[in-house]
């Protein structure tokens, strides 16, 4: 899931419809879904959530906190493959996902 973030977050795909109001709950949004060239992307919207949980038995997940973002963007829906991303990380095999992808490799993707 990782690499999905980085790809859309990184790109300048155009929405169908500009978010125009910030989500501040799950009533107010309904999901945006469009294809990209074969790949199935959701539009993040403008909003805040509650990022980690304060929990003992999860202490890198910790301490839960209100994340914000200003500006829409696009995730991919599924995990990005090893045969999508043309090589190999640590899980061999073409359907594996993809990890061990930086941010600046992402970027030249697109």
């Known amino acids: 899931m990782v690499v999905s973030l980085i790809v859309a977050g990184c790109g300048n795909a155009s929405a169908t419809r ?3 109001e910030a989500v ?4 107010k949004w309904t999901p945006v879904i469009q ?38 963007f696009w995730i991919d829906v599924n995990e990005v493959t090893n045969a999508q991303y043309g090589s190999s990380g640590y899980a061999p095999g073409e359907l594996q ?7 600046f ?6």
């Open 18 to 20: 500009s978010p125009l």
């Open 24 to 27: 501040d709950h799950n009533a």
């Open 35 to 72: 294809d990209f060239d074969g790949v199935k992307m959701a539009l993040v919207p403008v909003g805040c959530f509650v990022m980690g949980v304060d929990r003992p038995s999860r202490p890198s997940e910790q301490p839960a906190h209100e994340q914000c973002l200003d500006k829409p």
């Open 97 to 103: 996902p993809r990890e061990t992808v930086s941010w």
């Open 105 to 110: 490799d992402s970027c030249l993707l697109q």
